[in-house]
């Protein structure tokens, strides 16, 4: 990256940032179903970790639960993006409610790890934090075989029956460098622990830490936009400290940020985390720019392309509407 001149105040915007595939398609079924159906459309847990979003969607007539019971009987029921475990299926069929569920496909690549590693009569060492949806469902999966890790802190009291036949599979959203931490002090306590046969921290999770660590040098402060409760968004202001800026706040959006944080300030970096709306972060340019910095420089890490189809029950539905999926 070329030296700023000193009298020049920048934004360097992280590329890429926001939704994510598994975000867009959670956010779009939560709409189709609003409108194929009409309200209310309920919906277990907030459907992706963004007070905005959220927001947005109650007001069309979505209702968030925070159990299935509260969904009254034969009604229709969106699992979150974050993912369910096995028994919030069996409480729904026992309410005969209809149910489309939105879990991200990623996610659901680490339930059924875990089912067949379960199977295989593996000890599971499952790497997260704890109280987490993701976790809470992945856990739901194979409880008997599965151990929470929640940093390195906990490795010295993990134990597994066989050190032999012993993996680790981890929350999609961490950030890499901690799951890795983590996974180094397991293997040095347990050195046959094998791996899951491909990564399970989400591609957007790591494309967004990646694009932090390169503008972060070189930043005097990053202000990522994302809601308390977004592990993604939490983890981006860790990479940004660590990488070197000086330093790191979280925001909703523009209300948030104080003017008091740009004293001394020439260079701002700014990114969201993977569940938050564009709007958003236009919302933090326009403050910044309306504050002196109005100089945009886009940094692009790399692109994305990829894309996931609406859930199955939401498709079958629209097409026997006549309506595009």
């Not at 019971?69 to 369910?84: L, Q, R």
């Not at 790591?206 to 592990?231: M, Y």
């Not at 403050?287 to 100089?295: K, S």
Request: negative net charge; glycine residues 8%; charged residues 25%.
């Amino acid at each position: 990256m070329t030296e700023a001149d000193p009298h020049t105040r920048r934004v360097l915007l992280a590329a890429p940032r926001g939704y994510c595939a598994g975000v867009d398609r959670a956010i779009i079924t939560v709409e189709k179903a609003l409108d194929l159906y009409g309200a209310p459309v309920y919906v277990r847990h907030e459907i992706v970790h963004n007070k905005y979003v959220v927001d947005t969607l109650r007001k069309r007539g979505a209702i968030f639960v925070d159990e299935a019971y509260e969904v009254p009987e034969g009604a229709t029921v969106i699992f979150s993006a974050h993912g369910v475990a096995p028994v919030v299926h069996d409480q729904a069929a026992e309410r005969s409610l209809k149910t489309i569920d939105a879990t991200c496909p990623l996610v659901t690549k680490v339930h059924k790890e875990a089912v067949r590693y379960a199977e295989e009569d593996y000890d599971i060492l499952l790497i997260g934090h704890e109280g987490h949806e993701e976790v809470i469902g992945t856990t739901g999966e194979a409880p008997d075989h599965i151990t929470l890790v929640d940093g390195p802190k906990d490795v010295p009291t993990v134990e597994v029956r066989d050190p032999s036949k012993v993996v680790w599979l981890s929350q999609t959203t961490l950030s890499v460098d901690e799951a890795m931490a983590t996974v180094g002090a397991l293997k040095e306590k347990f050195p046959l622990l094998q791996s899951p046969p491909s990564d399970d921290i989400c591609y957007a999770t790591q494309n967004r830490q990646t694009a932090v660590k390169q503008i972060a040098a070189d930043a005097d402060l990053i202000i990522v936009v994302g809601s308390k409760n977004s592990s993604n968004s939490v983890r981006l202001v860790e990479v940004g400290l660590e990488a070197g800026a000086g330093a790191s706040y979280l925001v909703d959006g523009a209300d948030e940020i104080d003017p008091a944080w740009l004293e001394g300030v020439r260079t701002v970096g700014v990114t969201s985390g993977a569940s938050v709306p564009e709007v958003l972060v236009d919302g933090v340019l326009e403050w910044l720019a309306g504050h002196g910095f109005d100089d945009v420089r886009i940094h692009t890490a790399t692109e994305e392309t990829l894309t996931f189809s609406l859930p199955q029950e939401l498709r079958r539905d629209m097409k026997a509407a006549g309506l595009k999926a």
